[in-house]
């Protein structure tokens, strides 16, 4: 599977930005889509995931501002962001992994799209 992101960019504190990844390439189910975000100097951290049944997750810090979606017909996850924060900023990957979310295995990655918030 070939991941690759789009929709990145700067915006304003409380501004909306949507990502998208498209997937290419055989896909297995079950499966675990996500995105991760990496600012500077800090670790990779999970976002959202949903997986091939709908079921969906979301950090904390995210839970009410993000909304990650799936068009299965067209091979793209989505990533809406809203009421953007300054700690938003980052760079997002797109993620693809074999099993459920729980116990997902095999995982890849895009290259990762800048998204940079400033208040």
């Known amino acids: 599977v070939q991941l690759v992101e789009s929709g990145g960019g700067s915006v304003q504190a409380g501004e909306s930005l949507r990502l998208s990844c498209v997937a290419s390439g055989f896909r297995h189910s079950p499966y675990c889509m996500g995105w991760f975000r990496q600012a500077p100097g800090e670790a990779r951290e999970g976002v959202a995931h949903?997986?091939?049944?709908?079921?969906?997750g979301y950090a904390p810090s995210v839970t009410g501002r993000f909304t990650i979606s799936q068009d299965k017909a067209k091979n793209i996850l989505y990533l809406q962001m809203n009421s953007l924060k300054p700690e938003d900023t980052g760079i997002y990957y797109c993620?693809?992994?074999?099993?459920?979310?729980?116990?997902?295995?095999?995982?890849?990655w895009g290259q990762g799209t800048q998204v940079t918030v400033s208040s």
């Open positions: 949903v997986d091939s049944n709908g079921m969906t």
């Open positions: 993620a693809y992994a074999l099993g459920y979310c729980a116990g997902a295995y095999g995982r890849r």
